[in-house]
């Protein structure tokens, strides 16, 4: 009995979103006085990493793991009081963790202890912290 050929099936998540210009960083650490802090943590598989430009609150965010499909990049910006409040994403890395049922509900920088802690939700899981360490 032959079999019909099948196509593969389109996968529906995007993989990675662009990687910010280099020249568009170079630009944002000059405009802003350049005093960037990186971190860096994991969670249940899934890496990010984090350039926090602490003048703007404005960040480079990095997420890479199997369960997200690869390499997820794009921004986000501390809203609230000075060191927490809320994230606001840009709308690529927004959209594309919406996907995967993921939202980021905040975040508190303590620049004593060298950390962000980012509360999320997960599908499954729910409510989880990620904690972040800054790579001296």
């Known amino acids: 009995m032959a079999h019909a050929a099948c196509a593969p099936l389109p996968l529906p998540l995007p993989l990675a979103t662009p990687r910010p210009s280099v020249l568009g960083h170079v630009r944002r650490l000059l405009m802003s ?42 921004s986000g910006t501390l809203a609230g009081e000075a060191n927490h409040g809320t994230v606001v994403l840009d709308e690529e890395l927004h959209y594309s ?7 980021v509900r905040s975040a508190v920088y303590d620049p004593d202890a060298g950390t962000i802690r980012v509360s999320v939700t997960l599908p499954v899981l729910g409510a989880r912290d990620i904690l972040l360490l800054e790579e001296v």
Not at 64 to 74: F, K
């Open 33 to 74: 006085g350049g005093d960037v802090r990186h971190f860096r943590g994991s969670l249940l598989g899934v890496t990010a990493r984090v350039a926090l430009d602490v003048a703007s609150r404005r960040a480079d965010l990095e997420l890479s793991g199997a369960v997200l499909g690869g390499r997820l990049r794009g």
């Open 97 to 103: 963790l919406s996907l995967r049922f993921v939202s």
